[in-house]
């Protein structure tokens, strides 16, 4: 007898490990559920678009790779903001300005976004002859299927099916979860962060650093993953009383690449800069900037807090700040493993220390899978009680998703200065 993740006295048969279910179960639950999500994403994206104004490079402030047409759809919809610089780099390449653009700025602050899914996309769209926008969609898609099935044998490693599942559903119909459909870098950041987590849980130290590299150059978001690697040896010594050589030269491996990943790009920009074409030197400074916000840490939105709201908003930030954090120190949030658990407090005391009060926090936290998850423990005892709460915490979620699409990623007006 022992205590469940949800307090329910009994070790269930549905605890067993994830390799005692059958194939068709560990693949198709998280398949249904993240595909059953992109049918909601996409009629919120359909609805979206109808909203959606004419963009050009004349009209509007931000960056534009491409007009858009008088009657924007789908496919504008989800290629707006950050999109635009993933289809310019796709097409044309870092440096690929002249002078006397009229963009050249705008065009020197792509070398801020690390390579790595433009890189890809634009691959795809040279062997299949595709569009862009065709292609970022469908890639992401299948990133996310395939990140979704993978993080669902890592939870279940720990812990029972349906916190396993809860898990993949909280993610896949996250606040921001329809940037997984769109030509953002998400999908593919989320798959090889799963790739990460999972190797380091098992300590396969050589495929994590594999992954760990590979992550740095899509999104600059590695350095938590240095605690998720202490923490797992940590774990793995009070339970052996003893490290090998191996895990300890493997996760010292791990854990400094890990902590390097926020420079990686910026030191690679250094040595692509001289072939690149006018501006070069603004270029490199730009992703070097980035970067070095990620280095050196920060509370300056303790600072915004004040400014914006006062002492209440400050208060009200602090605890929203500590009831985050925490939240993956309880016992449901530790029953998820020590690898999934640990990411999820340090990763947002990361984006915290680093990012500024704005609304692309609601996109940083999709890369934080099961986030939300704790929130359920109160639910004990009752198998029904605990989908009743699941489910209505997925259909709070899909309304807060209407708002993300309607309010952040649709542009309905050329005085909108701000997107996900």
Do not use: C
Not at 123 to 146: C, D, K, Q, R, S
């Amino acid at each position: 007898m022992t205590t469940g993740v949800l307090g329910s006295g009994t070790r269930t048969e549905s605890f067993a490990d994830a390799h005692d279910e059958r194939r068709l179960v560990r693949w198709g639950l998280p398949i249904v559920v993240f595909l059953a999500s992109r049918v909601v994403s996409t009629l919120l994206l359909l609805h979206g678009a109808g909203q959606q104004i004419q963009l050009t490079a004349a009209n509007f402030p931000f960056f534009m790779a491409r007009d858009f047409p008088v009657d924007p759809g789908y496919l504008d919809v989800i290629t707006t903001w950050d999109g635009q610089y993933y289809q310019y780099l796709a097409q044309d390449g870092y440096g690929s300005s002249v002078p006397g653009d009229t963009q050249l700025d705008s065009k020197q602050l792509a070398w801020a976004f690390p390579p790595g899914f433009p890189l890809v996309i634009r691959a795809l769209v040279w062997l299949t002859g595709a569009p862009f926008a065709v292609v970022a969609t469908v890639l992401n898609v299948v990133l996310g299927t395939v990140a979704m099935v993978l993080l669902y044998g890592l939870v279940r490693r720990h812990a029972d099916r349906f916190a396993a599942l809860a898990v993949v559903a909280t993610t896949s119909f996250f606040v921001s979860a329809p940037l997984f459909q769109t030509a953002y870098s998400e999908s593919l950041a989320l798959l090889l962060l799963v790739l990460a987590l999972r190797d380091i849980d098992s300590r396969t130290w050589w495929r994590a650093a594999l992954w760990t590299v590979l992550l740095s150059l899509v999104r600059i978001i590695t350095p938590p993953l240095a605690l998720v690697v202490v923490v797992v040896l940590w774990r793995q010594r009070r339970s052996t009383a003893r490290w090998s050589r191996t895990d300890l030269v493997g996760g010292g491996v791990v854990a400094s690449l890990a902590a390097g990943g926020a420079l990686f790009w910026s030191v690679l920009t250094r040595f692509a800069e001289p072939s690149a074409s006018a501006g070069g030197g603004v270029a490199a400074d730009a992703a070097s900037d980035r970067t070095s916000n990620l280095a050196v840490l920060t509370v300056r939105w303790i600072q915004e807090a004040h400014a914006y709201w006062g002492v209440g908003g400050l208060v009200f930030m602090t605890l929203l700040v500590a009831a985050v954090v925490m939240m993956p120190l309880t016992r449901y949030g530790r029953s998820l493993g020590p690898a999934v658990s640990t990411w999820l407090w340090a990763y947002p005391l990361f984006l915290f220390s680093v990012t500024l009060i704005q609304p692309g926090m609601l996109r940083y936290f999709l890369l934080a899978p099961g986030l939300l998850v704790p929130l359920l423990s109160p639910v004990r005892r009752t198998r029904r009680a605990k989908w009743v709460v699941l489910a209505v915490l997925l259909v709070l979620l899909v309304l807060a998703q209407r708002w993300f699409v309607n309010e952040l990623l649709v542009i309905d007006s050329l005085e909108q200065g701000f997107g996900p």
